[in-house]
């Protein structure tokens, strides 16, 4: 088991924008903040406060101001297709990419990853109702809640996050060190009904929720396309 | 299925305060600020600024400010006994819980909600490591990962806040209406190893967490032990 008070320090960058979803980044904070000796940086451009669905995250890392990082994440949210298109976010995000020995998201930050250039022939998950958007960057649309492809570590929809921390920490400090971080934090999930999946879910409550998303869709997948033909003319 | 559209609004407040986990509300937060027409709160007292592990909460509401409430979440964490005896916290506490139509916990803050005579005589759950300091105050300890008795509902440790979530939106909203809010937040936990809890744990690795949470023990249950007093002599 890795011994916190020997192992070197680890630098593990969140980075956040406009429109980030809490808990694609809030889960996997509470799980890597207790590897062993980790410096957690949640961070944005400037250091600007960000707000998501009414918590405002401040105090934040200034994301040009981080000289390199061991760990890169990005979650995902509906602002997710807008920081794609944010040369000033994307930029950090390739220089941090860049140096860390993994490159990580959650939900829809495997989009950002992809806009970076880090997913082009790469397996990669993303929310389910988005996975789609990966192609144009030439990633291959894995449907794992967690999937690795190298040192690329993506994991599904928001929730997603908590499975994709844990399979990080037992990688950073051993599946011992990550099992005890898990009863600490009592991870043994129990939804009270299934259908968490598309493939689980009843129909009507699939059809209710594309519904809820239909709206966004072709202005994504447009964000999508832009930030692909950016990528390709680099 | 509940209309947002119509429906009246539901105030929901989560109270903080310092040595807080902040995933014990960010999970809850999540899914219940999807609730329809939910006015979600997270404050403490004076609004001040909540860290959390890293994590800055800013712009919080001020507890003392707030009128009333449909439903009180207090959440957890290794601060939960100094905030039991924080008179202030405390006064906010029993008068928005008296106010609520759900007194809800997660994880430790079933210990300040017993502090505020809310679970004596009622069933509660709490995270497990902690579940004796329950009984000071003459609640009856569950191991249930959502325990419910009457309008106090009550969830395990920390990431039990999600499960928790779920079955009060089922509660607030319908199933349906909760079942959309799972999909869309792709809950469907595949935790990479088992044992999230002592029961499960190979007892090498509970003896590890055991070991870590020792050296709190005496102190929390000398905490309170004089909580229980104070309520008592109420």
Known sequence: MADPETAPELVIVIALYPGVTHLDF????????????????????????IEAEGLVFARLADLAAIPRCDVLLVPGGFGATDAMLDE??????????????????????SLILAAAGFLTGRRAACHWAWRELLKPFGAIVSEARVERD??????????AGIDFAFVLLAELAGEAYARAIQ?????????????GRPETAPPEILATVQARMGPLAEKRMADAREAARRLQSA
């Open 88 to 109: 000033a976010f994307m930029a950090q995000i390739r220089r941090l990419g860049g140096s860390a020995r993994y490159i990580t998201s959650v939900c829809t930050g």
């Open 26 to 49: 809030t889960g996997p904070h509470q799980v890597l903040v207790r590897a062993p000796n980790a410096k957690v940086l949640a961070a944005s451009l400037d250091g600007q406060d």
């Open 150 to 159: 190298g040192n690329i570590l993506t994991g599904g929809g928001v929730t």
């Open 183 to 195: 009863l600490g934090l009592e991870y043994a999930p129990a939804p009270p009904f299934e259908g």
